[in-house]
């Protein structure tokens, strides 16, 4: 069912931006993007990435549910984190907070495993592209 497959994606992509985004190692590359301060700097309320959710969210879509992108719409995965000064470390972190948000995910819904494992898959190829594109 796609719809139950898109809320799990949807849910998924929450709980990794609520952890992401006030991270002491790489929350500062989400807060460059940030649309508006909340009361302390270091942890903004995740409302202020209301606008980049969507995206993360469409991405995920194509890559997991086969989504096609409407027109004039794209994605340009290596030249926006080349723009971020995204570090090798800082890949690192990402996915282990990503693959982290998984197993959190698969504990409270089991019925989703092979979806997640699949998940899980593509974050590791993309994990293997940032780490040869990008250095
Ligand atoms: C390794 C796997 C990664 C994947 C699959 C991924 C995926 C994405 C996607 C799909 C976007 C949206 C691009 C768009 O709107 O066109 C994005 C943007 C972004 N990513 Fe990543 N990302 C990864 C790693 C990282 C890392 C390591 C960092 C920083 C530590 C990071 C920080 C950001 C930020 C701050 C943006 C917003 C950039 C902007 O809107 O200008 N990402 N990422």
């Known amino acids: 069912m796609p719809d139950k497959k898109a809320q799990v994606i949807s849910d998924v992509v929450l709980s990794f931006y609520k952890v992401a985004t006030v991270d002491f190692l790489i929350g500062y590359q989400f807060r460059k993007i940030q649309e508006f301060q909340g009361s302390s700097p270091l942890t903004p ?44 470390g800082e890949v690192n972190r990402w996915v282990l907070l990503f693959k982290q948000t998984l197993l959190a995910y698969e504990m409270d819904h089991p019925e989703n495993k092979d979806f997640l494992k699949n998940w899980n898959k593509k974050i590791e190829e993309f994990e293997k592209r940032f780490l040869t594109f990008l250095f």
Do not use: T
Request: hydrophobic share 40%; proline share 5%.
């Open 45 to 88: 309320p995740i409302e202020a990435f209301k606008n980049h959710l969507p995206r993360i969210e469409k991405f995920w879509r194509m890559q997991l549910l086969g989504e096609k992108l409407n027109d004039g719409e794209r994605f340009d995965l290596m030249s926006i984190h080349k723009d971020l000064l995204v570090r090798k």
